[in-house]
């Protein structure tokens, strides 16, 4: 049974009533509290205090206080006048128990409605965070659409200025291979006008004798007139052999048609850059003897890509690449570095410059030429540039016609260019 607490203290001014309930070991957590508008209760085992209350109060304003064992209540009144007790007096027993159970069911009624506008309002939290997030991703998807097209037509126009390299080179080269053929052309015609000249000289020279012979033959009677004759006529020049040698000449054109002054300036500077730039880098001046051979260091860069370590490989690449930029292999493989950390611009640049010391294209670097294509044209299918991906990999094909991936992943490129399937 309960124990029904009794000695309470109350006040109160016209709007407000002030109520102290002692209750012992009272602690907020362990302390029931129910109050309505008429209704006041304190459960705190096995103490309970109960007060059906003089007039109607406004629960919601109403406050109350745990401290020290006490238990004050702050109630605010609805009208503003003055009670004469605290609890009704005049109430039986079956009053007072309509009186809670109505109290009860006001407060589940007001539990329930609570409830049905806390859960109306988590929905529209929940319908705006969800709006919020699905423009935030309309956004990020617009965001990252636009950074596609920007690296899209970023990469076709380095591939159209790399084009238009390749026609400039293409064109040089087939200006210097005419220009290597009318020299031919022209060493020939003089090598043959000197057969010539030479043959004429010989003829000449057999129909004076043959001249000299029938005169000599005629005039037997009249010696006076063949010494005169003969004195009349020049001696035969006899044939010899001049010996020529060529100068060496670093530029393929010819010496008459060059600017020999110009070219061995540009030589001289050409050296002087390059012991400049040997002398400026400190990485070349710490290296050992071994390091400065550019074979050494591609063994080197390939023993760490075979280790999974490319950024070391890359910087052993670019070591020899900076004493010989003439080798195509480092290029080659500084693409494959390129490629496994996804610098895909990079590993274009480095393919095609590659292919470009690749040139003219002959049987023993196929397999080179091959893997510049491959790469390459991995790298434009990774920039979604298919196009572009699909020449290289035909490119390749055309090198190696049996190979059964090549044949494979062209299809797909093919298919994806056609939107027949999604993209690889």
């Known amino acids: 049974m309960p124990v029904l607490v009794k000695d309470y203290t109350w006040s109160q001014t016209e709007s407000l009533v002030y109520i102290t309930v002692p209750l012992k070991g009272v602690k907020p ?64 027993k079956e009053r007072k128990q309509q009186i809670r159970e109505n109290a009860i069911v006001k407060a589940q009624e007001k539990a329930k409605a609570e409830a049905e506008a806390k859960a109306v309002k988590k929905r ?32 076709t126009e380095e591939l159209e200025k790399w084009k238009e390299h390749q026609k400039q080179i293409e064109k040089e080269q087939k200006n210097e291979r005419e220009e290597l053929y009318v020299e031919r052309l ?9 057969e010539a000249v030479k043959t004429c000289k010989k003829s000449v020279t057999g129909s004076q004798k043959e001249r000299v012979t029938n005169r000599k033959e005629r005039n037997t009677s009249n010696i006076f007139s063949e010494k005169q004759e003969a004195e009349a006529l020049p001696a035969p020049r006899s044939g010899s052999s001049i010996k020529i040698q060529f100068t060496p000449r670093v ?19 050409q050296a002087e ?30 023993k760490l890509f075979a280790t999974g370590n490319y950024l070391a490989a890359i910087n052993a690449y670019n070591l020899a690449i900076q ?24 590993t274009i640049e480095d393919s095609s410059k590659a292919l470009e010391l690749l040139m003219p294209p002959v049987l023993n670097n196929a397999d080179s030429r091959l893997k510049a294509h491959v790469r390459r044209g991995t790298a434009f299918c990774e920039l979604e540039l298919y196009v572009e991906g699909l020449q290289d990999y035909e490119a390749a094909l055309k090198i190696d016609p049996n190979n059964t991936g090549l044949q494979r992943d062209s299809e797909k490129i093919r298919n994806v260019i056609q939107g027949t399937v999604l993209e690889p």
């Open 273 to 302: 850059a390059r012991r400049a730039m040997n002398a400026d880098v400190p990485e070349l001046k710490d290296l050992k003897e071994e390091e400065k051979n550019p074979d050494w260091l591609k063994e080197k860069g390939n």
């Open 186 to 194: 022209q060493i020939e015609g003089e090598k043959k006008r000197k």
């Open 124 to 155: 529209e939290n929940e319908k705006y965070a969800l709006e919020v997030m699905m423009q935030m991703e309309e956004e990020g998807r617009k965001r990252i659409e636009d950074l596609k097209e920007q690296e899209r037509k970023k990469a």
């Open 29 to 92: 957590g362990k302390t029931d509290i129910f109050c309505t508008e008429d209704y006041l209760k304190v459960n705190f085992p096995p103490f309970l205090f109960e007060v059906i209350l003089h007039a109607p109060i406004d629960d919601t304003k109403s406050s109350a206080k745990i401290r020290n064992g006490v238990v004050t209540f702050t109630l605010c009144k609805k009208e503003m006048i003055v009670w004469e007790s605290l609890a009704i007096v005049k109430a039986d």
């Open 251 to 269: 530029f393929p054109t010819a010496l008459r048609e060059s600017r020999v002054a110009e070219e061995e300036e540009w030589l001289q500077k």
């Open 323 to 346: 004493l010989n930029r003439r080798l195509p292999t480092l290029y080659l493989n500084r693409a494959a570095c390129h490629l496994k950390l996804r610098n895909l611009h990079k």
